[in-house]
Every structure is written in C-alpha cells, then in structure tokens.
C-alpha cells in the first residue's frame, strides 16, 4: 500500500533519479508521524483542560515520586526553558491551582515547585489520556513491532546526539 511519502519519493525519483532517497523515506515519516501525534496528544489533554507545556511542567514534578517536587531551575532545565520563561508557566499553573510554591531551605534564593493534590489528580488523568492516545495511533503494530520500533528510534535518537535530553 502507497502512502503520501512514497508518492512524494516518487515525484523525487522521476525528477531527479541520480538521487538516493532512502533516507528521507524515514524522516519524512518521522516529522509527519510527529505532527500527528502532537496533535492527537494536544486533543486528549484538551479534553481535560490541559495545553502541552501545562501537561509538560505537571508531568515533570509528578515523575519525581512524593511529595512531587523539585527546584524551579531543575524543571526549567528539564523543559529547556529560561527561568523567565518558567517563573510565567509556574504562575500560571498556581493560579490554577495545580502547583504550589515553596522556599528552598538550603538556598533563600531558591524555589521549590510542587504539585498539588489537585493538580498529581489532573496530571494523573493526563497521562491516562496520552497512553489511549498512544495506544490508537500504534493500533496497527503488534508489542513486538512496537518494541523494535522504538528501539530502532532510540538508535537513531542517540545517534543525533539528543540522547534523550528532551523530554516528553
């Protein structure tokens, strides 16, 4: 069955044959793959009221394990964010309700963030959310070829360089 990249690749290969585009028949499946993920995961947690970055911050704290907390310049490392940008999400997220502030004792500068009871609720109903999604758009594959997918992907991933640094 022929997709919408393989008659892109075949427009490639009448135009200009001297080209091997393998390698494109991958990334091009990975950056269209990616859209549609991003989307159908900004759906799911649209349905709870959440956007992506929210989803984001309150996921980070609560893969920490109780009591669901860490250093505001740990989770703006985390989200590759300036401090800036994550004094704006963490005020927004506490206005809601979801997270809570809290001086660092060692450090009168620093800032802790946790969830709050309201907020580990929300996020653990979000990642409910995400996995359906996950597992609809990977309906097609068995475990195993889910498996070797992502391990193939992991490959590619640490060979870039990313080596995971950014995370989901």
Do not use: H
């Amino acid at each position: 069955m022929e997709d919408q990249v393989d008659r892109l690749l075949g427009q490639w290969a009448r135009e200009r044959p001297e080209l091997d585009c393998s390698s494109l028949s991958v990334v091009v499946r990975v950056q269209y793959l990616a859209k549609l993920c991003q989307k159908e995961a900004e759906r799911a947690l649209l349905r709870l009221g959440l956007r992506m970055w929210e989803y984001d911050v309150l996921s980070a704290l609560r893969r920490q394990g109780t009591p669901f907390q860490m250093p505001a310049t740990a989770l703006a490392r985390a989200s590759m964010l300036t401090s800036g940008a994550m004094t704006n999400r963490i005020d927004r997220l506490e206005a809601r309700g979801l997270v809570a502030r809290a001086a660092e004792p060692s450090d009168r500068r620093g800032v802790n963030v946790r969830l709050t009871e309201r907020g580990r609720q929300l996020i653990d109903q979000a990642i409910e959310a995400r996995l359906t999604a996950a597992d609809s758009q990977l309906g097609a594959l068995s475990g195993t070829e889910r498996r070797t997918a992502s391990a193939v992907l992991r490959k590619v991933l640490l060979a870039a360089g990313d080596g995971g640094r950014q995370q989901p």
